[in-house]
Nanobody
Framework: QVQVLESGGDLVQAGGSLRLSCTVS????????MGWFRQAPGKEREGVSC?????????YYADSVKGRFTISRDNAKNTLYLQLNSLKPEDTAMYYC????????????????????WGPGTQVTVSS
């Protein structure tokens, strides 16, 4: 059984930073691309970032977070990370980690259907 679990969400002031973590068990973590998504109240879930199967692999970012967020992974620890810097109130959302069906992200990386395994989410709240 695949289990995905996020952590690290918190209440932070605008301009602050957070690091989210995601641990995965039940599959060969290093074989699959991984993604971060977020969903704000009243809005659809949106893709934030994706990283290919290897730690130094290609990364993708939503335009809204480019230059502020950094995705990384440690395959030896079965862990995915998302460093969030220069946070804005509009970054407030539930953040989800997801394991992809494939080893690479591709141009359609933000499509939910590419990710069969999801965590329950971790809340990030940015105050102004």
């Amino acid at each position: 059984q695949v289990q995905v679990l996020e952590s690290g969400g918190d209440l932070v002031q605008a301009g602050g930073s957070l690091r989210l973590s995601c641990t995965v068990s039940g599959l060969t973590f290093g074989d699959f691309a991984m993604g971060w998504f977020r969903q704000a109240p009243g809005k659809e879930r949106e893709g934030v970032s994706c990283i290919n199967w290897w730690a130094g692999g290609t990364t993708y970012y939503a335009d809204s977070v480019k230059g502020r967020f950094t995705i990384s992974r440690d395959n030896a620890k079965n862990t995915l990370y998302l460093q969030l810097n220069s946070l804005k109130p509009e970054d407030t959302a539930m953040y989800y980690c997801a394991a992809a069906r494939y080893g690479t992200c591709s141009v359609s990386w933000s499509s939910n259907s590419r990710y069969p395994y999801w965590g329950p989410g971790t809340q990030v709240t940015v105050s102004s």
